[in-house]
C-alpha cells in the first residue's frame, strides 16, 4: 500500500523550518515560524520556566495518567488568567477547562465537538488566517469559509467589510476569531470594535470560537484577552482555544486549554461531557509537565510577576524591533513606507511582500519568511537588520510583485 503514495506537500510554516535547518549559508535569516528570539537570536528558556521545573524537580511526583480533560487547578488558573480572578463566569462556574497538548490540540478538539455534536455548523475564519487553521478544522470534518479581515492597501483591517461579512453569515455557524495579536496580519480589532463584534455575533446567533495563543504577547496580560472579556459580556456562549507555547516559551512542552463557556453551570456540565469523549477518543489525556509548569508560575504571587515583567522585556524587544525595521528601509532609501509595522501587534506582520519576491528571499539571500509574506517579527535582530533590510530593499527593486 505504502508503495502507491506520493509525497504530500510541505508544511507553509513548519516546512520552512526544515529548509531553513539545511540551507548551509552561514548569513541565514529565520523569519518563518513564530518563535521569538533574544538580541543573540536565540530562543530563551524563562527564568520562571526554569524555576518552577527546578521546584517541580525537587518535590517530584509520580506520573500515572491525569483525567481525561487535566488538571482542574491548572484549567482554573487558565480561566483567571482570560477572564481574572473575580470574573462572575467563574464564580457562576459557567466555565469549564481540558488541557490540552498544545493551542493546536485544542483548535482539534474543539473541531472534533462542534463537528460531532453541531454536525450542520459551519466554520467562519477571517481571511487571511494561520495555514492551519485549514488543516485542522478540515480534518475534523467542517465546512469552512471566510469573512473579510485585512486590508492589504492600508494594512489595518478591515472594518466595513469584517461587519458586512460577519452579517451575512447564517445562524448557528461558528466565527473563529484571534483574541489578540492576529495571525498573519498582527492587526486586532481596537476594544470600540469588539464591543460591535459582539453586538453582530450576538444579533446573528453566531458561536464564536476564539484562538487565544498570544495573550501578553500585544499590550499586556489582561489587556489581550479585553477583546474576549468583551465579546462574554455579549455572548452567554463561547469557546477559547489557548496555547502557553509563545507567551511561557513552552513550544516543545506542547500546553494548551479549551475553554467552553456556557450559559450556566449545568449546560457547561454537559458541554464538557462531549468535549472529554472527544479527547478519550483523541490522545486520550493530555501530557502534564508542561502545563505543571505554568500552573507553577501562575499559583505563586512571585513568580507570575516574575512572568510579567519577562513578558514586558519581549514586548518591548518586539516592539524595537517593528520600529527598527520601518527605519532601516526608510534610511535606506527604500520608497515603500514599513511604518505600518510599528502599531500592529504580536509576532507576525504580512510585509506586503508577494510570493514571488519570498522565493527569491529565500533563494538568493537565504531569508525566510512565509509564502503570503508573512514575516515574523520577533526573529529580527538588531544584528540581522541590515543584512535584512538589503534583502528587502533589492527585491523590492529588481522582482516585481507578482
Ligand atoms: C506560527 O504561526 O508560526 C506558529 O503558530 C507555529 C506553527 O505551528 O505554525
Known amino acids: ?5 506520493p509525497m504530500a506537500p510541505a508544511d507553509p510554516i513548519l516546512g520552512l523550518t526544515e529548509a531553513f535547518k539545511k540551507d548551509p549559508n552561514p548569513n541565514k535569516i529565520n523569519l518563518g515560524v513564530g518563535i521569538y528570539v533574544d538580541d543573540e537570536g ?6 520562571t520556566v526554569h524555576k518552577a521545573e527546578e521546584k517541580l524537580w525537587r518535590g517530584a511526583q509520580p506520573k500515572a495518567y491525569l483525567p481525561i480533560s487535566g488538571s482542574v487547578e491548572y484549567g482554573r488558573a487558565v480561566q483567571k488568567l482570560i477572564f481574572s480572578a473575580d470574573s462572575p463566569l467563574i464564580a457562576d462556574k459557567r466555565l469549564r477547562t481540558a488541557q490540552t497538548p498544545g493551542g493546536t490540540g ?17 466554520i467562519w475564519f477571517s481571511n487571511p488566517t494561520w495555514n492551519n487553521h485549514f488543516n485542522v478544522f478540515e480534518a475534523a470534518g467542517l465546512e469552512i469559509l471566510e469573512y473579510p479581515y ?33 495571525n498573519p496580519t498582527g492587526v486586532d480589532p ?3 470594535q469588539w464591543d460591535e463584534i459582539g453586538r453582530v455575533l450576538a444579533e446573528h446567533n453566531l458561536f464564536p470560537l476564539v484562538d487565544l495563543a498570544y495573550q501578553g504577547f500585544g499590550d499586556g496580560v489582561d489587556e489581550d484577552a479585553e477583546g474576549i472579556r468583551i465579546l462574554a459580556r455579549h455572548l452567554p456562549e463561547m469557546l477559547i482555544c489557548s496555547s502557553f507555547s509563545k507567551n511561557f516559551g513552552l513550544y516543545n512542552e506542547r500546553v494548551g486549554a479549551l475553554t467552553v463557556v456556557a450559559e450556566s453551570d449545568d449546560a457547561a456540565e454537559r458541554a464538557f461531557s462531549h468535549v472529554k469523549a472527544v479527547i478519550r477518543a483523541n490522545y486520550s489525556n493530555p501530557p502534564a509537565h508542561g502545563a505543571l509548569i505554568v500552573k507553577t508560575i501562575l499559583a505563586e504571587d512571585d513568580l507570575r ?3 510579567e515583567a519577562e513578558l514586558v522585556v519581549i514586548r518591548g524587544r518586539v516592539q524595537q524591533m517593528r520600529e527598527l525595521f520601518a527605519a532601516t528601509m526608510k534610511q535606506k532609501g527604500v520608497e515603500q513606507d514599513f511604518s505600518f509595522m510599528i502599531d500592529q501587534k504580536g509576532m507576525f ?15 538568493e539571500k537565504a531569508v525566510y519568511m512565509v509564502g503570503s509574506g ?19 530593499a533589492e527585491v523590492l527593486a529588481t522582482v516585481n510583485v507578482g
Open 150 to 182: 485585512f486590508d492589504p492597501a492600508t494594512h489595518t483591517l478591515d472594518w466595513d467589510g469584517l461587519l458586512a461579512g460577519l452579517r451575512a453569515i447564517p445562524a448557528g455557524d461558528v466565527v473563529l476569531l484571534h483574541g489578540c495579536c492576529h
Open 42 to 47: 536565540l530562543s530563551p528558556l524563562f527564568r
Open 1 to 5: 500500500m505504502l508503495e502507491t503514495l
Open 349 to 363: 506582520s504580512l510585509s506586503g511582500l508577494s510570493r514571488e519576491q519570498v522565493d527569491w528571499l529565500k533563494r
Open 106 to 122: 485544542a483548535l482539534r478538539v474543539a473541531g472534533d465537538f462542534l463537528h460531532t455534536r453541531f454536525p450542520k455548523a459551519r
Open 374 to 392: 508573512r514575516v515574523n517579527v520577533a526573529g529580527m535582530t538588531a544584528r540581522n537588520m541590515n543584512a535584512l533590510c538589503d534583502a528587502v
Open 305 to 307: 510577576a516574575e512572568w
Open 190 to 192: 481596537s476594544p470600540a
